[in-house]
């Protein structure tokens, strides 16, 4: 199971913090991914890291304002937004793939993750 927290309201230029628990079947996993689903679009990528070797991607429309990073021990995933802009508000939804030599192809594809979390939302407005 993935425990996603952290979603909430925040002011224009603000900061939030979200983390995704992994646990269970989703422990064995060997990266993990952020996605966002904005009001009236599809789901896409954010963000996407691995256990080990901590290789990320970011979507270009995060890079220089969001942060991953995580924690193996913990199996915990957080994903650090400042600067946020009202064209972040969507729901926040983590994500899990088992070991896979794809990644490099496939790690923006939400057909490469096995497992989702619930989803959080984040709400970006004055």
């Known amino acids: 199971q993935l425990q996603a927290s952290g979603g909430g309201l925040v002011q224009p230029g603000g900061s939030l913090r979200l983390s995704c628990a992994a646990s269970g079947r989703t422990f064995s996993s060997a990266s993990m991914a952020w996605f966002r689903q904005r009001p009236g679009k599809e789901r896409e990528f954010v963000v996407s890291?691995?256990?080990?070797?901590?290789?990320?991607y970011y979507a270009d429309s995060v890079k220089g304002r969001f942060t991953i990073s995580s924690d193996n021990a913990k199996k915990t995933v957080y994903l650090q937004m400042n600067s946020l802009k009202p064209e972040d508000t969507a729901v926040y939804y983590c994500a899990a793939a088992r070991p896979k030599t794809t990644y490099y192809r496939l790690y923006a594809s939400m057909g490469f993750y096995d497992y989702w979390g619930q989803g959080t939302l984040v709400t970006v407005s004055s």
């Open positions: 890291v691995t256990w080990t070797g901590n290789i990320t």
